[in-house]
């Protein structure tokens, strides 16, 4: 067997092309053949290869990508790979491939599982072999069985076990549609002389087939009765084979949709007839895989709500929101017409019970489910009628409450699930021995056994303890039915056509199993954060290490991560996309964003910074600069004790800092447990001494320096004279604005575009504050959505966005979970109401103070009808436009404030889900908007 490859490609003087060749075999094994390709002018590139068969291991299938490589043969750039080149392979026949190179699809949201979800568009078009437990590249709207929490090892690709595995040379996960052990991809006959019609077709719409008609009879003479149907072939592809060893060429052919119950020609392919010249040699086929189907797709746009999970509120409830309310809010969605569900995480944040807990992004397993989220009443009763009653009655008294009382819950459920836990296992016969047991042998999930490997998933390990009917442990137990439950609630949304939208945070707590299991991951001496802005002086310190994306192996666990989301999840939003282009980090013993810097970046050298005029005096510009005046103005009269007790004086009235109040760090351990004015007002004075620098020492680079953000506002900028002032401003906004654009963009690209090889999920940025300009086009050519914020505009010189500017490719919402909700924005800010009041709403005179239904029912239409892709509103939002069952309070309804590090996140429907249903002026008018919106 023979393959022939052809590519028009146009390239640079010392790239080339290379052919990344896969061959699957009957038993299971893979094999990768780098084939370089040859050109005569630079632009047509060819490239031949025989297949020699192995007796014991024939080859079931072969795949293949092309890539621009160097002179180094360092890949340059890798074409779009969501739907694989993949056949099945036949021995007896030579492969002729003809192809185009693939950008990312201008729609690709027309090849993620949010789209199939909701449209149902791809349900019949399946691959004939689907992987075993309903796991396939075109996952159908309900996916049936049990997948297990963690992913296999590797995450590489979607084989379950006992699934023929199949890697593509991606470096991250691409879905297979091979099927089981010993099956192969979509089979079609082959003849002495064969064309394989392939085309692209993601924009059919359910009930909907393709055909192909041509300018031969054997293709119906273009007449429309008598197209040939083709069949459907995984991911929206469509093949057909054709035997034209009688047949001359050239040959015309358009491909034609067909309406799959009627049988009529329902379109035809806009533009030119394909066309078809080579000549076939005996036993050659060859694939006619060129440009996708050439038919506008309908406009998809889709309406959501976005809810945390422990905001959920039903009868069955008890005291925080949980899987099964999501299965029951799910009912709710579909009724009114809404299509997504975006939630905030659900991974884990226990660390101490307490009310720091509540906050989700601080997550302590990037593989765990909260406990607070299990439903209780789907679990079995207690035997002890005494207990259960008192938990009934705790249960009662918890959902009563106004808001989610962390502790409570905590303590409540944990009781609960402790006293189960040891029923059922008690129950249990015939316990293991200690060798046995599965805490022995099994470590928990998320971290390594003692071998270094993965440990085996929740489930594979639950159903092993479970064969030998011995007692596992108790983590293991509660996370076994979160998963069942999410997964349930998951598989019912799809059901319903529902998207859940999950939620990536940008980082993992620094005492999470992650760090504890794979420290090489991450960066311990640092911690992310965002720089000074308007609404935080002195920035954010979010406290998690940050990612060493460098570390071997971390790209496959964040492919692992992905997939485990993918059980839940058909979209995902990714906190701070920021981060993944550049983090703002911060040295672990200091505090404050002041004192922090982006990574990775391009610090300076001493040379560059005396380059630009700025003399390079290292102690002067890189420790803090304390003279007597500027301990006299930052403590009045505090200002002869910190002279005597926290600082050492130096020569020229200058003074350092003491090594135990040295950083910021230390000086908060000095002052731990002293809450009176007197000390506070000493301990931020020292705060703001540590940061009065004007170059930060890069950490892993040393005598490479960051210019400190924001250090012109510091006493010591005062002290340059005219020129260094001059040379630093040059210094500093080439460096902030100028010097690191190409840098952070390329930087970017890599990552995400890692990220999304990964995954069908649909991905959506968290694209919001300081962004360098870079972040824009990267997401654009990525197709992943952006946020949209009408009263947060990304236009410099404009104080709210116009709607009908959304770019299509956006998500359009009016709050997040770190705002406040818009009853309260209008409450709180009058003199912007006023301006948004006339200039965007057009209206005249005074705005009124409280913002009334009818108004809020405006906004939201406005919102629904822009050009977002998605428009996803808050429940509170929503729940504005009815002056009954809106909260009485808006105050209440806000989630988060940033810059509150105290914020409890307790906000709770103050309607039950059950109420909600029932409401059903409301939920009319809901179906009603978001249907003339046509979403």
């Excluded at 009781?415 to 016969?429: G, K, P």
Aim: glycine share 6%.
């Amino acid at each position: 067997m023979k393959l022939s490859f052809s590519i028009h490609y146009t390239t640079e003087w010392g790239q080339q092309l290379v052919v990344l060749l896969n061959y699957l075999s009957q038993n299971g094994a893979t094999s990768q053949v780098r084939l370089p390709m040859q050109t005569d002018d630079g632009d047509f590139w060819t490239a031949e290869t025989s297949v020699l068969e192995s007796r014991r291991s024939p080859v079931a299938a072969f795949s293949y990508i092309y890539t621009v490589v160097n002179a180094d043969g360092q890949e340059l750039r890798r074409e779009w790979n969501g739907v694989p080149r993949l056949y099945a392979f036949d021995p007896t026949k030579s492969w002729r491939m003809p192809d185009r190179w693939r950008d990312r699809p201008l729609a690709s949201h027309l090849y993620s599982s949010a789209y199939q979800t909701t449209s149902q568009v791809l349900a019949q078009n399946t691959p004939l072999n689907p992987p075993e437990g309903g796991k396939n590249c075109t996952p159908a709207p309900s996916r049936q069985g049990v997948t297990p929490l963690n992913p296999p090892e590797g995450g590489k690709n979607c084989a379950r076990q006992g699934d023929t595995p199949f890697n593509f040379p991606e470096g991250g996960r691409n879905c297979s549609p091979l099927g089981r052990s010993g099956d192969v991809p979509l089979r079609l006959p082959l003849f002495r002389k064969t064309i394989l019609f392939r085309v692209s077709a993601p924009q059919l719409s359910s009930g909907q087939v393709l055909a192909v008609i041509g300018s031969h009879p054997a293709l119906g003479s273009w007449n429309a009765a008598r197209y040939l149907p083709m069949e459907p072939a995984g991911m929206g592809d469509w093949m057909l084979t054709l035997n034209v060893d009688w047949m001359g060429l050239p040959l015309e052919y358009k491909y034609v949709v067909i309406n799959k119950e009627t049988h009529e020609l329902v379109a035809w392919e806009e533009g030119d007839n394909r066309v078809l010249t080579d000549e076939l040699a005996d036993g050659e086929v060859y694939v006619a895989y060129g440009e996708p189907l050439r038919l506008a797709e309908k406009p998809w746009r889709v309406a959501g709500v976005c809810v945390p999970v422990f905001a959920l509120r039903s009868e069955h409830s008890c005291g925080v929101g949980d899987f099964g309310d999501l299965y029951r809010f799910v009912d709710w969605a579909a009724e009114v017409g809404i299509r997504i569900i975006q939630l905030l995480p659900v991974n884990d944040t226990t660390h101490s019970g307490k009310w720091n807990d509540s906050y989700p992004y601080n997550i302590m397993s990037a593989f765990d489910l909260h406990p607070h989220y299990i439903d209780l009443s789907q679990l079995k009763p207690l035997n002890d009628k005494e207990r259960m009653t008192a938990f009934r009655r705790q249960q009662s008294e918890l959902n009563a409450l106004p808001y989610s009382d962390y502790e409570a819950v905590h303590r409540v459920k944990t009781d609960y699930l402790q006293a189960l836990y040891e029923q059922e296992t008690t129950a249990l016969q015939d316990p293991p021995s200690a060798q046995e047991s599965p805490s022995a042998q099994e470590p928990p999930s998320g971290q390594e056994s003692p071998s270094g490997q993965e440990s085996p998933s929740r489930q594979e390990s639950l159903s092993k303890q479970e064969s030998r009917a011995g007692k596992f442990s108790f983590p293991e137990y509660v996370q076994h039915h979160l998963h069942q439950q999410l997964k349930r609630a998951a598989d019912h949304a799809r059901e319903r056509g529902i998207i859940l939208m999950g939620d990536l945070p940008i980082g993992v707590c620094r005492d999470s199993r992650e760090v504890t299991s794979h420290p090489d991951f991450f960066n311990t001496d640092s911690q992310a954060g965002t720089p000074p802005d308007a609404s935080s002086p002195q920035g954010q310190n979010w406290g998690f290490p940050t990612y060493n994306w460098q570390a071997e192996g971390f790209g496959e666990w964040l492919d692992r991560r992905m997939e485990w989301m993918e059980q839940y999840f058909d979209a995902l939003r990714l906190d701070h996309v920021p981060g993944f282009f550049r983090i703002w980090e911060i040295p672990r013993e200091q505090l404050f964003g002041t004192m922090g810097h982006f990574s990775p970046a391009l610090p300076l050298t001493a040379g560059e910074i005396e380059y630009y005029g700025l003399p390079f005096r290292r102690d002067f510009l890189t420790r803090p600069f304390i003279n007597d005046r500027i301990v006299d103005r930052i403590f009045g009269i505090h200002a002869q004790y910190v002279r005597d007790t926290f600082l050492v004086k130096k020569a020229y009235g200058l003074y350092d800092l003491k090594e135990e109040v040295s950083t910021q760090r230390r000086v908060k351990d000095y002052f731990a447990g002293r809450a009176d004015e007197n000390s506070l007002w000493i301990r931020d004075g020292l705060y703001r001494l540590i940061a009065n620098v004007l170059f930060l020492e890069d950490p892993r680079q040393p005598s490479m320096f960051h210019p400190r953000i924001q250090a012109w506002q510091e006493p010591v900028y005062d002290t340059l004279n005219t020129d260094e002032k001059d040379a630093y401003m040059r210094i500093y906004n080439n460096f902030f604005y100028q010097r690191h654009n190409f840098f952070w963009g390329r930087t970017g690209y890599e990552r995400l575009s890692r990220l999304q090889q990964s995954t069908r999920m649909l991905l959506c940025a968290e694209d919001l504050g300081m962004l360098p300009d870079c972040v824009e086009p990267v997401l654009d050519s990525l197709g992943i959505l952006t946020l949209e914020i009408q009263q947060m505009p990304k236009q410099p010189g404009t104080e709210f966005t116009h709607l009908d500017a959304n770019p299509v490719r956006s998500v359009a919402t009016i709050s997040t979970h770190d705002m406040p909700p818009l009853r309260l924005w209008w409450q709180d800010n009058p003199e912007r109401v006023q301006r948004y009041f006339v200039t965007m709403l057009q209206k005249q005179g005074r705005a009124p103070a409280q913002l009334p239904a009818h108004l809020a029912e405006e906004i939201i239409a406005r919102h629904l009808y822009c050009p977002s892709m998605l428009c996803i509103l808050s429940l509170q939002d929503w729940l504005a436009m009815d002056g009954e069952l809106r909260s009485k309070n808006p105050r209440e309804e806000r989630i988060n404030t940033p810059s509150d590090p105290y914020n409890r996140w307790q906000w709770r429907m103050h309607i039950t889900i059950e109420q909600l249903m029932a409401a059903s002026k409301f939920n009319k008018k809901i179906k009603t908007m978001i249907a003339r919106s046509k979403r």
